[in-house]
């Protein structure tokens, strides 16, 4: 046998050898990420949750610590300190979904802050979940602004969309935002659209267009883990629920249920979307609920 014929015969038998089902490597649990061009804006990343921090010369603005059922605080913490011995001031709720706040009593062991909009406030307080941190000062629907060691963080309420408690969070300065659940990368709006208001949330996004930044941080990475969105994925994100809204319209027009308008929408010019296929038939659902019964 040939040099080159015992080679590619060694070849054939270590590839036969693989399992057919190899994966790609999974990231870790856990990771930090500079945002490029900033002076301390950071992302924390843990499983499919992000939130984002800032670090200033005065201390730390956290966001989200990232919980239910999540052991994520420690962690979150101990990314920050790698990076800065710093007190951290305040913890900011992106609103009142346990997936995303929860389990942030370590930061309240070392002094933070921790901030909410009032509806979020009240809602924990009715609810009395053990692993969430009441917050200690409230913005109201005029919204706010932290300023810590030359950075301003404005708290922007833009009304009803992913809940009645959402805080749109901007750095002006870094023209930056961070947007929890419902401005997707590339991705469709998750499940049956708990908590959301519609119209409510599509006026929201259209708002969020006319705003000054550039860079979108959103509460999940997107497919591929990408981390970080523009404008061109908001728009998507509004083109999306605009037709969809526009085709169960149609199917409540015509008589259809639930099952006929579920099977019957198609969108096609979202197949490729992330949650496509898992999320479409929830979605149809919620704005059915909308067009047929007003809720």
């Known amino acids: ?6 080679a590619l015969f060694a070849s054939l038998i270590v590839a036969a050898a693989l399992p057919a089902h190899a994966q790609a490597p999974q990231p870790p649990l856990f ?3 500079k945002v490029e061009g900033t002076d301390g804006v950071y992302i924390f990343r843990y499983q499919g949750h ?3 921090f800032v670090v200033t010369p005065d201390g730390v603005i956290a966001t989200d610590p990232v919980g239910e059922r999540r052991p994520a605080a420690a962690a ?4 920050i300190r790698k990076i800065t011995q710093a007190p ?5 709720y992106s609103h009142s979904h346990f997936d995303h706040i929860a389990g942030g009593k370590p930061f309240k062991d070392l002094g933070a ?4 909009h009032k509806n979020t406030k009240s809602l924990l307080e009715e609810r009395k979940a053990p692993d969430v941190v009441i917050p200690d000062l409230v913005v109201d629907d005029s919204g706010g602004k932290l300023e810590l060691g030359g950075t301003t963080l404005e708290l922007l309420y833009l009304g009803k ?7 749109i969070m901007r750095l002006p300065k870094e023209k930056i935002i961070f947007v929890v659940d419902f401005l997707p990368l590339s991705g469709t709006q998750f499940r049956q659209m708990a908590d959301t208001y519609v119209p409510e949330q599509e006026n929201t996004m259209k708002k969020i267009l006319t705003m000054d930044w550039e860079r979108l941080i959103p509460g999940h990475p997107g497919a591929g883990g990408r981390q970080i969105g523009n404008k061109d994925d908001v728009k998507m994100d509004l083109d999306y629920v605009l037709d969809l809204s526009a085709a169960v319209k149609e199917a409540v027009n015509a008589g259809k249920s639930y099952g006929d308008a579920i099977r019957d929408i198609k969108l096609p010019k979202y197949e490729n979307l992330a949650g496509y ?12 609920d909308y067009w047929n019964r007003g809720i």
């Open 113 to 116: 802050v921790f901030v909410a």
């Open 76 to 79: 979150y913490i101990a990314e």
């Open 277 to 288: 296929q898992a999320n479409l038939a929830g979605n149809i659902e919620r704005y059915y």
């Open 1 to 6: 046998m040939s040099r080159l014929a015992t």
């Open 50 to 52: 992000q939130a984002m």
């Open 88 to 92: 951290i001031r305040y913890v900011v």
């Open 161 to 167: 969309n992913h809940g009645d408690n959402s805080l």
């Open 31 to 33: 990771s930090t990420t």
